[in-house]
């Protein structure tokens, strides 16, 4: 098959790797990739966000899929140009995008979908966040209500800085003030052709800067899949994710497919399980990063088939996709001053050595070549990935890996899946 990932970061390598690993020889592109992408694809010199030339592109190679990596290329409408010229593509046309590309979107769909989530008030001026932020009470949570790469979230505690918050994106745009929901978070991906769903397995991620859940919110500092703290409240992972697939993934893309925008891609669940049931803290519309990177590989099927059936309304003829009992744990490698300010270009050292402790590969995020090495281009640079049998030692095989690697003033979270360990 001939296959081209859109996008540059830890979320595509992953793909693309699963993507390797299936017997099978598949021409692989990514545009526009990064240097460790670069040893298992094509680049191309491409911009992602440009629909017509991906389509110009994907007609010319003879291209079987598309996979859209990232959400700004949903957003900008690239889907809908390739659907236009009949070529089959893994991600959202640019109206069922808005489940990510607007909150306020997400939010009304949801309320139509009858999908339990948590309440929450659109803010147009600095007063409407006052107000809102009276109403709803502390802890405050203030949203973006557009793409924000992950970091247009604010939970505080404190009033000036949630006005604040919502201050740096206004006027330009609205922000949402949320209801605080409290509870364990997972993150689960479906598969959807606009009809049919299928669900993957459950992974979760720490979105906080440092240790305990301190420091700022970033795009995402590790993972780990599967739960096994699910059984405690749900008798184990399978009745959960049955849970979440009847009362909420199938009722919001039959709401989606009845407003005529059917979503065909992967919808990314953002949940929280609360004192009062499960609920929805938001909507993706593409693979989670770095959750992507511990979800794929234990993934049994063919991802390339599943994709393609997805892209091609073929999805209800599949069964559910399989996953072997393997623990994966990432810990995510970032620059210096991340997220607020990363420091680029430092080089990076010892990547060959991470790679060959047993059960660890690496997932490039921000790289850049440097000679035989790799240059730092942005704020989470490398996703250390590792298997095991058990979680303690998937986690040890991550640590001891993420140990080998050298980049000045690089940080990285160490408790990434500790309570499972504890566990």
Known sequence: MRILVLGSGAREHALILALRSEDAEHAIFAAPGNAGIASDAHLVTLDPNDPVAVAEFSGAENIDLVIVGPEAPLVAGVADALRTRGIPVFGPGRAAAQLEGSKAFAKRIMDAAAVPTGRAIRAQNTAEVAAALDQLGAPYVVKADGLAAGKGVLVTDDRTAALAHAESYLPDAPVLVEEFLDGPEVSLFFLSDGDAVLPLSPAQDYKRLRDGDAGPNTGGMGAYSPLPWLAERFGGEAEFVDLVTREIAEPVIRQLDAEGTPFIGLLYAGLILTDAGVKVIEFNARFGDPETQVVLPRLVDPLSELLLAAASGNLEERPRPAFAEATAVTVVLASDGYPEAPQTGRRIRG?????????????????????????????????????????????????????????????????IAARVVED
């Open 351 to 415: 990547v060959d050595e991470a790679a060959a402790v047993e059960g660890v590969h690496i997932a490039h995020a921000a790289t850049a070549p440097d000679g035989a090495g790799f240059l730092a281009t942005g704020g989470r640079v490398l996703s250390v990935v590792a298997l095991g049998t058990t979680f303690r030692e998937a986690r040890s095989r991550a640590y001891e890996a993420i140990g080998l690697l050298e980049l000045e003033g690089g940080q990285y979270r160490t408790d």
